[in-house]
C-alpha cells in the first residue's frame, strides 16, 4: 500500500501515525547518555564557545618632537643661549654689588677685545666713562667701590700705551683728540658724583696722569707735522743711504726692493705737493718693512 503526496510515493509502513509517534517520543525520555558522550559533548562546547577578550581603552598621547633623543641637544643649547641672552640684557641696568654686574662688565670688556686697534681707546674711556657713573650711584658697598675704581684707574693706563701702538701719525693725532675730549667729560662727571674724597682722589689723580701721557702724544705728533718737511728729508736720506749699501739687501726680495723704491717716490712726490700727512703715511709703511727685515738680521745673528 502507498500513500501519495503530489508527485512522491510513500510506502505505508513508513507512515506512522500520531498516536505512534507520542509512544516514541516517550521511550526517548528513558534513554540516558553514558558518561563518556556527556564528557565529550561538554569539552567541546567548551572549546568552541568564543571567549571575549578584553581590550583597554588607549589613550592617545601628544607627541612634542622636540622631546626626542635627537632634539635634545639643540633645545638644551638653545635654552642656554637664550637664558644668556636674557642675563646679558637684563645685567645692562645692573649695578655693582648686583649679581649681574659681572656680566655687564665682561660684555664690555669683550667689546673693546673685539674692537679695531684705531677706536680701542676711544671705546675703552666710554666705558669707563660708563662705569664711573655706575660707581656714582652706589652707596653703602665700599668694598665693590674700591673694587671697581681700582679697575677704572688700571684701565685708564692702557689708554696711553694703546695710541702710542697706532702706526699712522694722522691716525694718532685723531685718536689721541678724541681720547683727550673724553678725558675731559669723565673729569666733570667725576666732580659730580658723591664719592669719598679718597677714591675721587685717586681717580682725579689717574685722569690728571692720563691727560698729561695723551698731551705730551699729541704734541709729539704735532711737532712731526709741523716740522714735516726736515723730518721727512732727514728719514728719505737714512734711506737712501741704507739701500747704497747692499749688504743690507740680502734678506730682501726683489718684490720688496721694487715696492721701497716706489714708495720712496711716492714720498718725495707728496713733500713737493705740500701734503705732509699723506707722505709721513708712505714713510711708515716703508719702515714697517724695514722693521720686518731689522727682526730677521737680529734673529740670525743670534742663531750664529
Not at 95 to 122: N, R
Not at 205 to 219: E, G, H, M, R, Y
Not at 283 to 298: A, C, N, R, V
Request: hydrophobic share 40%; aromatic share 8%; net charge positive.
Amino acid at each position: 500500500m502507498f500513500y501519495c503526496n503530489k508527485s512522491v510515493f510513500i510506502p505505508s509502513y513508513l507512515v506512522m501515525t500520531e498516536k505512534e509517534i507520542l509512544e516514541n517520543l516517550a521511550k526517548f525520555k528513558e534513554i540516558k547518555p553514558n558518561k563518556e558522550w556527556v564528557d565529550f559533548v561538554f569539552s567541546k562546547i567548551t572549546l568552541e564557545t568564543p571567549k571575549k577578550e578584553f581590550i583597554p581603552y588607549k589613550v592617545k598621547t601628544v607627541s612634542f618632537p622636540f622631546l626626542k633623543p635627537q632634539y635634545k641637544i639643540a633645545f638644551a643649547v638653545f635654552s642656554l643661549i637664550f637664558a644668556f641672552s636674557f642675563s646679558i640684557v637684563s645685567a645692562q641696568n645692573s649695578l655693582p654689588g648686583s649679581f649681574l654686574y659681572p656680566i655687564k662688565t665682561l660684555t664690555q670688556d669683550i667689546k673693546i677685545a673685539l674692537a679695531p686697534k684705531t677706536e680701542k681707546p676711544v671705546l675703552r674711556m666710554e666705558i669707563l666713562k660708563s662705569r664711573l657713573d655706575d660707581l656714582s650711584k652706589v652707596k653703602k658697598n665700599p668694598e665693590e667701590i674700591s673694587k671697581l675704581a681700582s679697575k677704572i684707574k688700571s684701565e685708564m693706563n692702557l689708554i696711553p700705551e694703546e695710541i702710542e701702538k697706532l702706526e699712522k701719525k694722522k691716525v694718532v693725532l685723531e685718536v689721541s683728540q678724541k681720547v683727550k675730549n673724553k678725558n675731559e667729560e669723565i673729569k666733570n662727571l667725576l666732580e659730580k658724583t658723591n664719592l669719598e674724597e679718597k677714591v675721587k682722589s685717586d681717580l682725579s689723580n689717574s685722569l690728571v696722569s692720563n691727560q698729561n701721557k695723551v698731551f705730551a702724544l699729541i704734541d709729539e705728533t704735532e711737532k712731526v707735522i709741523n716740522n714735516c718737511p726736515v723730518y721727512l728729508e732727514e728719514k728719505i736720506a737714512n734711506l737712501k743711504s741704507y739701500f747704497e749699501n747692499s749688504q743690507n739687501l740680502l734678506t730682501w726680495t726683489p718684490e720688496e726692493v721694487i715696492k721701497t723704491k716706489s714708495l720712496v717716490l711716492d714720498v718725495e712726490k707728496f713733500i713737493k705737493a705740500g701734503n705732509c700727512l699723506e707722505a709721513i703715511e708712505k714713510l711708515e709703511s716703508i719702515e714697517k718693512i724695514m722693521k720686518i727685515h731689522s727682526l730677521e738680521d737680529t734673529t740670525t745673528s743670534t742663531t750664529k
